[in-house]
């Protein structure tokens, strides 16, 4: 899932054995000299500091900035000091060899982050790192590397090592899903009770499972998308940054907006629309999902609170004319039966918001089942190295089918970043 340490294991697997004599040590970062301050945020509460079970790492295995060292021996006493810059303070990890290592090793001190720097951090900018190794009270010098602050907006999805080792992170994605935001609480539920679909939040309340009888589920759902529709929000396209013909190491990150600015512009790509209604169903005590592809990302809702009864909602088509649809499937839809209070809604709501609502289900529906063997749950494997078979644009085709639950993740601690 986001095993840290697999990943570093697999560096040393894959990697060339060093035969030099004398020890040697480098800064070394986890993705392509680059800080992504949403990671550190989102992984805060998941390091900690400790052995793996190969041996060849010893620090925050959920941290982003450390070293490499090679031919260092058992009984050592290592002290890897970050100084103090932009982002951090002075931070050190200090440990003994458990055994010899001719190969790389890797230190990993857990970084005291100044988190209310990085949390307004909104720019792509340079820092200058600074790195003091001392072995046994000695000092082994003093290294300096300049690397790329990301912007707190901008999430890593995907990454691919120096070594071959490819990693998905789409995971990082329900960071950005916060039920608690003031806008939802202050401004947004208290909106939707207004429109009269629902005058309260009901969760799983009022369903009757045996009956298959989920009016209240959707009626929740819909009440998200008439404030939306009602607010006149659209579909409005930010590319991911990535590029797949150039080798490792590489990255893939998407950049998400704020929910401020996304209320404020009533703009939202697929990222940004399905992780402000995940945001706000939840707080309605709803189950979320968010379904990510190669290119794109959809959400996903349990009618009774389990995995096994998920609807589907395609976010982008906010925005869209139903004079757009084809008249066949206007028709359709204007005589599809969805809830008890179908006739209800298409009369006292904005003229066919409701059925653009049963539309987005329905292409929702269809974009899982298209491809509904390539997505993979939180039990399944999310490291590989890449081979002749395996290629890297293969396997970024392969990892990025994912059914991500924000109550699993929240459940092992991944947190929400405020924003």
Not at 174 to 194: A, G, M, R, T
Not at 204 to 213: F, V
Not at 285 to 311: E, K, Q, W
Not at 390 to 409: C, D, G, H, Q
Request: with cysteine; aromatic share 14%; net charge negative.
């Amino acid at each position: 899932m986001m095993n840290k340490v697999a990943l570093l294991c697999g560096y040393v697997l894959l990697a060339n054995l060093s035969f030099a004599k004398e020890l040697t040590w480098s800064i070394h970062t986890f993705i392509a000299d680059q800080i992504f301050p949403s990671y550190s945020w989102a992984v805060s509460n998941l390091g900690e500091e400790s052995v793996n079970e190969t041996g060849n790492f010893y620090g925050d295995q959920a941290g982003q900035l450390g070293i490499t060292l090679s031919e260092v021996k058992k009984g050592q006493k290592i002290e890897v000091k970050i100084f103090e810059n932009e982002i951090m303070e002075e931070s050190v990890l200090a440990f003994e060899m458990l055994r010899n290592h001719d190969a790389i090793f890797y230190a990993y001190p857990q970084i005291l982050y100044k988190w209310t720097t990085i949390e307004q951090w909104r720019q792509p900018k340079p820092i200058n790192l600074k790195i003091q190794l001392t072995i046994n009270g000695k000092s082994y010098g003093t290294l300096s590397k300049r690397i790329i602050v990301r912007s707190i907006n901008d999430c890593p999805f995907f990454i691919a090592s120096e070594f071959g080792i490819v990693c998905d992170l789409n995971y990082l994605y329900l960071s950005y899903v916060n039920e608690n935001h003031p806008l939802i609480v202050d401004k947004i539920i208290p909106e939707i009770f207004q429109d009269g679909i629902i005058n309260r939040v009901n969760g799983y309340q009022g369903i009757d499972t045996i009956a298959e009888n989920y009016d209240a589920v959707y009626k929740q759902v819909y009440a998200v998308w008439n404030y939306f529709k009602k607010n006149d929000f659209y579909y409005s396209n930010l590319t991911s940054n990535y590029k797949l013909d150039e080798g490792v190491p590489m990255f893939a990150a998407q950049f998400v907006r704020t929910f401020s600015d996304i209320v404020a512009t009533k703009q939202a790509n697929c990222v940004e629309g399905s992780v402000l209604m995940a945001s706000i169903l939840q707080k309605m005590g709803l189950s979320t999902y968010l379904m990510t592809t190669p290119n794109h990302c959809f959400l996903g809702v349990s009618l009774d609170g389990t995995t096994s009864n998920i609807i589907f909602l395609e976010t982008t088509l906010l925005g869209t004319n139903f004079e757009s649809i084809s008249e066949e499937d206007r028709n359709y839809l204007e005589s599809y039966e969805l809830t008890n209070s179908d006739q209800y809604f298409r009369l006292k709501q904005s003229k066919h918001t409701y059925d653009m609502f049963i539309y987005a289900l329905l292409v929702g529906q269809q974009n899982f089942f298209n491809d509904k063997d390539k997505f993979k749950d939180e039990t399944a494997e999310s490291i590989f190295p890449l081979t002749e078979e395996l290629t890297l644009p293969k396997a970024f085709e392969m990892m990025n089918y994912r059914i991500l639950s924000v109550n699993y993740y929240r459940g092992i601690g991944l947190l929400p970043l405020n924003l």
